[in-house]
Nanobody
């Protein structure tokens, strides 16, 4: 089993920045990818960004492209989501996820991941 713990959420003003962190522990050997999803009230969980661990290749949703960046620290087993120019529509609970099975594409579906964190709230006021 792998455990994921997110941190860094909070309440900010529109235009501000936040950096989310997700530390992975336990059975993380063989991690294929880690990703970020978000879920706003009354909406489905949606893909934000993913990083293929071994090659540090990233893919970001169009809705956040140019504003959000995903990165990782292999030594710390940690993935980050740098969020700049935040908007009120970015308000959501942000979840970190980890996928162990290898696949030939960027995992962007909720069902692509087998481990999840508990989520961290991000609130952006306009």
């Amino acid at each position: 089993q792998a455990q994921l713990v997110e941190s860094g959420g909070g309440s900010v003003q529109a235009g501000d920045s936040l950096r989310l962190s997700c530390a992975a522990s336990g059975r993380t050997f063989g991690t294929y990818a880690m990703g970020w999803f978000r879920q706003a009230p009354g909406k489905e969980r949606e893909f934000v960004a993913t990083i293929i661990w071994s090659v540090i290749s990233t893919y970001v949703a169009d809705s956040v492209k140019g504003r959000f960046t995903i990165s990782r620290d292999n030594a710390k087993n940690t993935v980050y989501l740098q969020m700049n120019s935040l908007k009120s529509e970015d308000t959501a609970v942000y979840y970190c996820a980890l996928r162990t099975p290898h696949t030939g594409h960027y995992p962007i579906q909720v069902s692509d991941y087998n481990y999840w964190g508990q989520g961290t709230q991000v609130t952006v006021s306009s």
